[in-house]
């Protein structure tokens, strides 16, 4: 019944945008509603109304996807130091220290330009050298 109610809503929504019947949309779009458009890279692309035959429930589909999978997941871990980047301001690797910075709605503007830096790249706190850091 949902089913029917979102197909019939699309058609309709259709037959009101191109002034056609329900029957014409179905002829037009057949009755899983296939849609041509282009994409942002102007590829052409199709995109239908998934319908489903039945909606008995599928007892073993977990089963089936659990052991759908031949090999073990192993998660690859790479532990990433922030202290052992070069410093962002000036591109030394000695004495390097993390400078963290206010949330962006308590710092009052103007800012300082490695703010205003920070808030571009989207960063709290960034590496920098330990002459950069005093200097801040």
Do not use: W
Not at 9 to 26: C, E
Not at 48 to 56: G, I, M
Not at 103 to 122: C, D, G, W, Y
């Amino acid at each position: 019944r949902i089913q029917y109610i979102v197909q019939f809503s699309v058609a309709k929504t259709l037959a009101r945008k191109y002034d056609i019947s329900l029957k014409k949309v179905f002829t037009k779009f057949s009755p899983s509603i296939k849609v041509d458009y282009l994409s942002e890279n102007y590829k052409k692309r199709r995109i239908q109304l998934a319908l489903y035959p039945n909606f008995k429930r599928r007892r073993k589909h977990f089963y089936n996807l659990l052991t759908a999978s031949k090999t073990p997941f192993t998660p690859i871990y790479r532990p990433y130091n922030p202290t052992k980047q070069p410093c962002t301001l000036c591109g030394s690797n000695d004495q390097i220290r993390m400078y963290h910075r206010k949330p962006v709605s308590l710092i009052s503007r103007p800012a300082k330009t490695v703010i205003e830096h920070m808030i571009r790249i989207n960063r709290r706190q960034i590496p920098v050298c330990k002459r950069c850091y005093n200097s801040l």
